[in-house]
């Protein structure tokens, strides 16, 4: 995504630019790295280059918590509480299926998979607009089809429009930053209407489609690990092929692939880097603090 010149918003939208986000990182990894020291708010804003008086307003406006609060969602502990009070949602998902719509707070996803002649078309006859936008949590690539949203990644992926490329060789590939910017704004923004449900359009094998309906499942704040996972597909022993497929997810945010999690309560590995994966499950669960 490295070719794409990104207009982000200014401090004081809703989300606040890139460079706050930058600044809500570095602050993250701190208080992770120095969780057992507690550090105080002074110190955490010095490592942020900061006042303690802007460094709690800008965080408490990305996050809706003060960082102190926000760390405690965090920990270990409190992923393991998170973890056991999503299984009985999760395991109801699978009861009654995993083909459905999934819901993500007020918002609603459905997905579509191409047919197998489609696959084989490498994406012949589609119309994919591409384009830059901002989010809460950083920078991100947006692409999508009349059909739906067909990518959304973050630059530490390192796979932008080369990626797009590759996995659709013979669609027609035009840049949109307006398309982009609109999809965002619906996506990450305040106003989300269930009767205009997002699409998305997935092009992958039957298990990994098959995955990331799964993923749609895990209610908003919430979490599951991939052995249980794996469980609620019916193939307990296939843990370590669900990890890959919840990994080649290529739809950040909305397949909720950031909500797995080991059943250690250790937040795992994570395609567009662990502290932004830290930075979304701490988000949502401030939300339903």
């Not at 990518?151 to 796979?159: K, Q, T």
Request: glycine share 10%.
């Amino acid at each position: 995504m490295n070719d794409l010149a990104v207009e982000y918003l200014e401090p004081g939208t809703e989300y606040g630019g890139s460079r706050d986000y930058e600044r809500i990182v570095r602050a993250i990894q701190y208080l992770r790295r120095h969780a057992t020291e507690q550090p105080d708010l002074a110190t955490v804003a010095r490592h942020v280059h900061l006042s303690e008086h802007h460094f709690q307003r800008l965080f408490t406006r990305w996050a809706g918590v003060s960082p102190k609060r926000f760390l405690q969602h965090l920990t270990v502990e409190h992923a393991k509480a998170r973890l056991a009070a999503s299984r009985s949602a999760l395991e109801l998902a699978g009861e009654v299926g995993l083909s459905g719509p999934g819901r993500l707070h007020e918002l609603f996803v459905t997905l579509e998979a191409m047919s197998p002649g489609e696959y084989r078309a490498g994406g012949a006859g589609q119309r994919i607009r591409y384009g830059a936008a901002d989010s809460p949590f950083g920078p991100c690539f947006i692409a999508s089809t009349a059909r739906g949203i067909c990518a959304l990644r973050f630059p530490d992926g390192g796979d932008g429009v080369p990626a797009l490329e590759r996995d659709w060789p013979r669609a027609r590939i035009e840049r949109s930053d307006k398309t982009a910017a609109t999809l965002a704004q619906r996506i990450f923004g305040p106003l989300r209407s269930p009767d205009r449900p997002l699409a998305l359009l997935v092009k992958g094998t039957n298990f990994q489609v098959q995955v990331w309906r799964a993923l749609l499942k895990i209610p908003y704040g919430g979490l599951t690990s991939y052995g249980r996972l794996a469980r609620i597909l019916g193939q307990p022993s296939a843990a370590r092929a669900v990890g890959a497929a919840v990994g080649a997810n290529p739809i950040a945010w909305l397949v909720p692939c950031h909500r797995v999690i080991r059943e250690s309560g250790e937040l795992g590995g994570y395609r567009w880097g662990l502290e932004r994966k830290a930075a979304m499950l701490g988000w949502e669960a401030a939300r339903l603090a």
